[in-house]
């Protein structure tokens, strides 16, 4: 029996969830409940039961509104779709069996939508991914199952807990952290067996690689990760643009360094002429022309 209630003053104020009326004094009778799950906007909450039942309750009544009923099985784990992009009112359920069957019911049309067999055990765990297109289920013998609910496939079987129980599987929204800087890298002009490379990193550096001795033979430290770079032939300069919109110059004969600001925007692409009196840098719609001075 499930009791929901909230504070009063010295006790408890409770509403129970009854599937159906009773003759006044018949005491109730209810299976076992093994999971309860909720809606994302929280207006309901649904069970599983050991007699094969998923039941959606109104939080606000407090009343039952649907029932999925499976003859003969043990509904075991129970879990509710998230909201899906442009799709709010596609809500699903996904529930798992004791025959290793996975079911699929759809809240709005109140019909099952699929039923598949990724197991061979009971299943003990089961969630939707974040966008909702996937189902991860989890069985006693510690198996994961990865299942497409539209095409019904299973598409993968993780056996990292084999011979253990699943208990939980839990979901969270994958962490962008921005676009990687790109991998970068160009021979040399003066010197046919240096080649210099920039990109992501432990370190930020352009470094120098001897083609000949077949190793590193120079680092050259850099503020940020490189987002462009070009060489001059003449003039051995080594120019870098860089996402904070600047830009470096770099003599190598010397190793000088000197920064610019002009750019409002990621320094995406930096070229020399080849006679290397100027320099072409471009940050998005906007190019800039360098007047490259002669030492």
Not at 92 to 109: I, K, N, P, T
Not at 113 to 121: C, N, Q
Request: glycine share 8%; charged share 15%; with cysteine.
């Amino acid at each position: 029996m499930l009791w929901f209630g909230q504070p009063g003053p010295g006790s408890w104020n409770r509403k129970c969830l009854c599937p159906f009326r009773l003759p006044r004094g018949q005491r109730p009778w209810f299976p076992q409940v093994n999971e309860v799950v909720f809606s994302p906007g929280e207006s309901h909450c649904a069970t599983c039961s050991e007699d094969g039942s998923v039941r959606v309750w109104s939080l606000a009544s407090m009343e039952l509104v649907i029932q999925f009923q499976v003859l003969n099985q043990s509904c075991l784990c129970l879990a509710w779709s998230p909201p899906c992009c442009g799709r709010p009112k596609q809500q699903r359920l996904a529930a798992g069996y004791g025959d290793g069957s996975l079911r699929v019911f759809s809240v709005s049309r109140t019909a099952m939508e699929l039923k598949m067999r990724p197991h061979m055990a009971a299943l003990t765990a089961v969630a939707f991914s974040t966008d909702g297109q996937t189902v991860l289920s989890g069985d006693k013998d510690g198996l994961v199952a990865v299942s497409r609910p539209c095409t019904g496939m299973t598409f993968r079987v993780l056996s990292d807990h084999q011979g253990a129980s699943i208990s939980t599987i839990d979901v969270t929204h994958k962490e962008t952290q921005g676009q990687l800087p790109p991998s970068l890298a160009a021979f040399c002009p003066w010197d046919g067996a240096l080649l210099m490379y920039v990109g992501p990193g432990v370190y930020k550096e352009v470094i120098l690689y001897n083609l000949c001795q077949k190793q590193v033979v120079e680092k050259i430290p850099l503020p940020f990760f490189a987002m462009s770079l070009s060489l001059s032939l003449g003039t051995r300069l080594l120019a870098v643009g860089f996402a904070e919109c600047m830009l470096r110059l770099v003599d190598c004969a010397t190793g000088t360094t000197q920064d610019f600001a002009g750019h409002d925007n990621a320094v995406h692409l930096c070229r020399f002429t080849p006679s290397a009196r100027l320099l072409f840098t471009a940050a998005l719609n906007e190019i800039l022309v360098w007047e490259v001075a002669s030492c």
